[in-house]
């Protein structure tokens, strides 16, 4: 039978399956570590993993969110720094995007090893969903900052969240994209999204 903890060992404890949930996960990957991997490292016994999570892919899941959260933080900061809305200030923030999610020692181990998809599908639906929600909620000053100066200004708010979102998931697939090519294509695709908009804006 699992010991029970006190809210402080329970803290503690879920701090310690975070942090190395983490290490293993961007040098074991997922599917290499085994939730005997994760509570040796916290401490605790096996069984009393599942009082935290239902199954490593949820420990991995949330990790993932902290992640994403951070560059979403790191992104507005950045927009809120420069607030007037020009084609440079849309192409140095989607350029932004790029680059946090393909440094990103977690994420980049995800998608390059294929493990993304895999996780996916072993996650309850209603996460999936959460995290949409949580993307769309957290770019919306940032569309809105757009549409105020006139960018898509007849576009759902929300399909440009979409879009946005699309093309930052190219970030994650740089060997299909070509290792050679990526940073100038990727490069030239944000130069001509940027100006577009700005041009349909001023139409």
Known sequence: MPKKF???EKELIQQKLLK???????????????????????GIAQGSFYM???????LCYEILLMEEASIREQLLQSIASNPV??????RDFMLDGFRLM???????????????????????????????RDDQDAMMPVVRQWQDSGILTDVEP?????MFRAIVLLSLHKKEIGEHSYNPTIELL????????????AR
Request: charged share 30%; net charge negative; aromatic share 8%.
């Open 6 to 8: 006190n809210d402080q």
């Open 158 to 162: 929300e399909l440009i969240v979409s």
């Open 85 to 90: 809305v020009t084609k440079e200030s849309i």
């Open 102 to 132: 393909s440094e990103n020692p977690l994420i980049r181990q995800m998608y390059l090893e294929g493990e993304f998809e895999y996780l996916l599908r072993k996650l309850p639906h209603e996460l999936l969903e959460q995290n949409y």
């Open 20 to 42: 190395a949930g983490q290490i293993s996960f961007q040098t074991l990957g997922l599917k290499k570590t085994s939730v005997e991997d994760l509570t040796k490292a916290s």
């Open 52 to 58: 935290f999570y239902k199954s490593k892919e949820e």
């Open 190 to 201: 944000v130069d001509v999204l940027a100006e577009g908009m700005v041009a349909r804006s």
